[in-house]
């Protein structure tokens, strides 16, 4: 699957619109964006962002020529096929009454996900790692019931 | 500093350009969004968003409003004055040579950072939290040389 996927990381300048301006581009050229995740970087005023797509080489080609178009933007790198570290974040609200509790935290200890809140009859699980284990980690839950999934979207770095 | 924010999560229908219309609906209108983070959310086919702005009550109830006028959109809440579950994931490339990893390992573990990648001369950690934990953290790392950072920006559910 990830064979399909291209990972790409930018730094920008951090000023209003310039996401705008990323996702128009794309929406206008019809490149098939599955996500982008900007953050701050390690630079004042600029943010580094995580872009997966779909496409071939080329494909990315162009999207790494236009993205240098936009005088916003610093540095482009295609990561994929670098050795490279990609997480996500996902919080998991799930139905837990106190008969369901145990189960669900020995879930969480084995998918390393921590329990943030704690309520009566259900619990919100902090978790990190590739799509496939959350993924994984969601199937699990299914049956109890899940209530809400708020998810970050790939965020990568190339390895030193 | 939290009381300037407010913190908005929706959920959008999943279809290409919805993310570039909601950027824009902000771009043209003005509003001053800090951060958006979209995700898959537990509903197939929908994703589950979470905005961050700058503003009073009634910039988020224009924003609200606006959001809603898109057909895209399911539902919008406003979590602010809720008790939530906010964090953010951040992976940080450090310069660490041998004799400088003992202790970024150190302050790795009291941020309950995970050492994701070791290189010769460098770590990649991993770690979540409030935007407050994750700067304290490139704080004390700073004095050892960050090479990168990437940052996935606020994700939040209310709790339950």
Known sequence: MNA???????????????????????RRRGFNIESIVVGHS??????????????????VEQVTK?????????????ITSDDMVARELALVKVRAPSSARG????????FRANIVDVAPEALIL???????????????LRPFGIVEVMRSGRVALARA
Do not use: C
């Not at 790409?8 to 581009?25: F, H």
């Not at 236009?66 to 295609?78: A, E, M, P």
């Open 4 to 26: 399909q996927k291209h990972t790409v990381t930018a730094l920008v300048e951090d000023k209003p619109g310039v996401l705008n301006r990323i996702a128009s581009l794309f």
């Open 42 to 59: 390690e630079v004042p005023d600029l943010s580094r962002l995580t872009l997966v797509m779909g496409g071939d080489e080329a494909a």
């Open 66 to 78: 236009q993205l240098y178009k936009l005088i916003d933007v610093v540095k482009v790198s295609d």
């Open 103 to 110: 189960e669900i935290i020995q879930l969480a200890d084995i």
């Open 126 to 140: 902090e978790v990190t790692g590739d799509e496939e284990k959350i993924g994984a980690l969601l199937e699990l």
